[in-house]
C-alpha cells in the first residue's frame, strides 16, 4: 500500500539549515508529483514546493530563495532542505502525494516531521 | 495568491446532527477545491477534491458542494469520530493555498 514517511532532526539553530527525507513506497517517484506542506502555529498549512515526476521543481515565492527539493529515485526518497532557518519555521513539516498532473490535491500524506527552530 | 477564509472557526455538533463547514474564496476556483479532516496528532486526510468527489474509502456521509467562490462541507450525521479540524485547499492555482480551519466537537 502507499505509505509516505518523513524523517527529520527534531530541533535545529536559527540560520542553520533544515534536512528532510520522505520516503514512500507503493508507487513508483517518476509516476507522481511530490508535495511539501508545513503546518505552523503562526500561518497554519502552507505549500512550500513540488518535485515533478520528471524532476523538475517549483516553489512557493515565500520560500524560493531558501528552499530546495531533490530526489533519489532509486531510493524511493525525496529531500527537503532549506537554509537561514528563523524561529518562525517552527511546525511540522509534510510530504504529500500529488495523485495526478498538478491535480491541486495531496491524496495521501506521510506522518509529518515537527522541527524546533531554537538556539 | 488565492485566499481561503472558512467559517466557523469552531462548532459543536451532537451526535447524528448535520454539520455544514463554509469555504470561501477569493477568486473563482472553477470547483478546483479540496477538504481535509485532520486529527490531533496526524496528518491532514483527503475527504473531498473537485469540490465534490468523494476520496476513496470515505464515508458517504461526507459531501461537497458549491462553485465560483463559495463552497461547502456537509456531515450528514455527525459521529464521534468526526470531531477533529477540517481545512479547505484551493487547487486551481499556485501556490495552493489553505482554510485556516474549523474545529468540529461533538457536543
Known amino acids: 500500500q502507499v505509505q509516505l514517511k518523513e524523517t527529520g532532526p527534531g530541533l535545529v539553530q536559527p540560520t542553520q539549515t533544515l534536512s528532510i527525507t520522505c520516503t514512500v513506497s507503493?508507487?513508483?517517484?517518476?509516476?507522481?508529483?511530490m508535495q511539501w506542506v508545513r503546518q505552523t502555529p503562526g500561518k497554519g498549512l502552507e505549500w512550500m514546493g513540488f518535485?515533478?515526476?520528471?524532476?523538475?521543481?517549483e516553489y512557493n515565492s515565500e520560500f524560493k530563495s531558501r528552499l530546495s527539493i531533490s530526489r533519489d529515485t532509486s531510493k524511493n526518497q525525496v529531500f527537503l532542505k532549506m537554509n537561514s532557518l528563523k524561529t518562525e519555521d517552527t511546525g511540522v513539516y509534510y510530504c504529500?502525494?500529488?495523485?495526478?498532473?498538478?491535480?491541486?490535491?495531496?491524496?495521501?500524506w506521510g506522518q509529518g516531521v515537527m522541527v524546533t527552530v531554537s538556539s | 495568491d488565492i485566499q481561503m477564509t472558512q467559517s466557523p472557526a469552531s462548532l459543536s455538533a451532537s451526535l447524528g446532527e448535520t454539520v455544514t463547514i463554509q469555504c470561501q474564496a477569493s477568486?473563482?476556483?472553477?470547483?478546483?477545491l479540496a477538504w481535509y479532516q485532520q486529527k490531533p496528532g496526524k496528518s491532514p486526510q483527503l475527504l473531498i477534491y473537485?469540490?465534490?468527489s468523494l476520496q476513496d474509502g470515505v464515508p458517504s456521509r461526507f459531501s461537497g458542494s458549491g462553485s465560483g467562490t463559495q463552497y461547502s462541507l456537509k456531515i450528514s450525521s455527525m459521529q464521534t469520530e468526526d470531531e477533529g479540524v477540517y481545512f479547505c485547499?484551493?487547487?486551481?492555482?499556485?501556490?495552493?493555498?489553505f482554510g485556516s480551519g474549523t474545529k468540529l466537537e461533538i457536543k
Open positions: 518535485i515533478r515526476s520528471g524532476g523538475s521543481t
Open positions: 485547499q484551493q487547487g486551481l492555482k499556485y501556490p495552493l493555498t
Open positions: 473537485g469540490a465534490s
Open positions: 507503493g508507487f513508483s517517484l517518476t509516476s507522481y508529483y
Open positions: 504529500a502525494r500529488d495523485p495526478g498532473l498538478l491535480s491541486g490535491y495531496f491524496d495521501y
Open positions: 477568486e473563482d476556483i472553477y470547483s478546483g
